[in-house]
T-cell receptor
Framework: SQKIEQNSEALNIQEGKTATLTCNYTNYSPAYLQWYRQDPGRGPVFLLLIRENEKEKRKERLKVTFDTTLKQSLFHITASQPADSATYLCALGDSTLTFGKGTMLLVSP | GAVVSQHPSRVICKSGTSVKIECRSLDFQATTMFWYRQFPKQSLMLMATSNEGSKATYEQGVEKDKFLINHASLTLSTLTVTSAHPEDSSFYIC????????????????FGQGTRLTVV
């Protein structure tokens, strides 16, 4: 069956460092992979979409890589700030999205 | 970006009553809206896909008679939890796609702010 795995343990880093979150998937051949941010008690907010023919995509302090051979995406936040603390979800699919459980990122001052 | 408004944000109801949750796309048209349910520290689980003017498509294990979905216009979908019980307490989230942008290849989903349902 299709599965999306994200590190369930919270990632604690210090302000200014680069946070790297991982998304692994099995039994998928996605045309797109997406990353969302979710704050407690709120709906997810779209961050980045990367297509299967793109290896890397950047947006401001965010960078996403997509390795279809490894079936893995890495999500990087450079120069992290306490305001980046949230849960980050990866999602696969086209019209219908399937989400991973998300990884909570905690950035301490 | 596009805005999806979900209402109410919180609701507490008595066991056995019904609750209606509204999801509106404010500045775009959405032929398709999606309803998710999320338990604490769990992933968003798709409950159903709501298509404007037609019956919703429910995921396996979701009771269509319990979770009534209506998508009467391109900007409004509603989810009614009928005869709610404490086990229905959860965080319900809707999302929508902009049909114009989807045609251009963009497929990100825009989410409502979610509804925290507590059944007592």
């Amino acid at each position: 069956s299709q599965k999306i795995e994200q590190n369930s343990e919270a990632l604690n880093i210090q302000e200014g460092k680069t946070a790297t979150l991982t998304c692994n998937y099995t039994n998928y051949s996605p045309a797109y992979l997406q990353w969302y941010r979710q704050d407690p008690g709120r709906g997810p907010v779209f961050l980045l979409l990367i297509r299967e023919n793109e290896k890397e995509k950047r947006k401001e302090r965010l960078k996403v890589t997509f390795d279809t051979t490894l079936k893995q995406s890495l999500f990087h936040i450079t120069a992290s700030q306490p305001a980046d603390s949230a849960t980050y979800l990866c999602a696969l699919g086209d019209s219908t999205l399937t989400f991973g459980k998300g990884t909570m990122l905690l950035v301490s001052p | 970006g596009a805005v999806v408004s979900q209402h109410p944000s919180r609701v507490i109801c008595k066991s056995g009553t019904s609750v209606k949750i509204e999801c509106r796309s404010l500045d775009f048209q959405a032929t398709t809206m999606f309803w998710y349910r999320q338990f604490p520290k769990q992933s968003l689980m798709l409950m159903a896909t709501s298509n404007e003017g037609s019956k919703a498509t429910y995921e396996q294990g979701v009771e269509k008679d319990k979770f009534l979905i209506n998508h009467a216009s391109l900007t409004l979908s509603t989810l009614t939890v009928t005869s709610a019980h404490p086990e229905d307490s959860s965080f319900y989230i809707c999302s929508a796609r902009d049909i114009v942008r989807a045609g251009a290849g963009d497929t990100e989903a825009f989410f409502g702010q979610g509804t925290r349902l507590t059944v007592v």
